[in-house]
Each structure stands twice: as C-alpha cells, then as structure tokens.
C-alpha cells in the first residue's frame, strides 16, 4: 500500500513538473506557433511594429562595420513598413551563444526606432531565402530579400555615412 501511494505521488510530481516547464518555455518563446508563419508583430517583444509607424532607421552592412546608414526619409522608411506589414516569419532556430559570423563581418544589421524604442534584427540571405534574427532566434521569412541594400545605398547617397561616433 505505502508503495502505491509513493509511487503515485511520484508520477503526480512528474506529471506536475513537465506541465510547469511546458508553460515556462512557452513563456519564454513568447505565444507565438513556432510550425506557422507569423508576422513580425506576432513575436513577443516585436508587438509595436503592429500600428506604429517607423520613426528612424539605422542600418549597418554587418555587425562589425563602423559605416551606418541612418535616415528617416518616408519614401525609403516606406519601404520598410512595407517589409514588415508584409513579411511571414517562421522559426528555424534559437541562436544564442551560437557566436556565427557571414560574410567575413556578420549579418546586416537594421534598429528600427518605433516611439522613441529601438528594435534590432539581424538580416543575411541564404539558399532559403531572407532571414532575420530577433531577439537571439533565427527565422526564415517568406521573401527571397529584404530592401537593405537599396535603402542603405539611397541613405548614404542622400545622407552620406554616420558613424557610431557621430
């Protein structure tokens, strides 16, 4: 008798310990369904892209350079908000503590201002297509590109080059 009550209270504990830390983890990922596509907005953290409109951005071509494109041009923050409204996100992997390096200098890198707060996304293409980094998880987005290149190169023709210095 003591060992059928021990070892219900055992498997109960167990039980009890799995559902906490599926509601932890989910917590931490935020509610979004990792297998679905989801908007940027979705994603805990990334909820001010739903209605607000982009006051600045600052765009690096990798992690590493000291040459920045900042602007707040509608034409070519338009562009951006474009790219938000309309981009699907989806899942692929967590990344922190990954350390990975492209392109000799790490991925582009866009901090989109938003009511005074800024977002950072990492951003490089691969086989699959476009794909961004926010808050230390990669996803694959249901575009072959973003429009950095072609606002970046717009900014520093208009703009010229900022530098973290600046």
Aim: glycine share 8%; net charge neutral.
């Amino acid at each position: 008798m003591k060992k059928t009550i021990l070892w219900t209270g055992f498997l109960a504990t167990a039980i009890a310990g799995t559902f906490l830390t599926a509601i932890i983890l989910k917590n931490q990922r935020g509610d979004i369904d990792e297998a679905k596509w989801n908007l940027i907005y979705d994603i805990k953290g990334y909820e001010p892209f739903r209605n607000n409109k982009i006051e600045k951005i600052t765009l690096r071509k990798n992690i590493t350079s000291p040459d920045w494109a900042a602007f707040s041009d509608r034409d070519l923050v338009s562009k951006w908000e474009d790219f938000f409204n309309e981009t699907e996100l989806k899942f692929v992997y967590g990344t922190k503590g990954s350390g990975k390096l492209m392109n000799g200098g790490g991925m582009a890198v866009a901090v989109i201002s938003i009511d005074g707060k800024d977002y950072s996304c990492g951003l490089w293409r691969s086989a699959a297509g476009c794909m961004m980094e926010l808050s230390d998880r990669t996803y694959i987005t249901n575009k072959a590109d973003c429009p950095f290149n072609e606002t970046y190169d717009e900014a520093i023709a208009r703009h010229g080059i900022t530098t973290p210095w600046d």
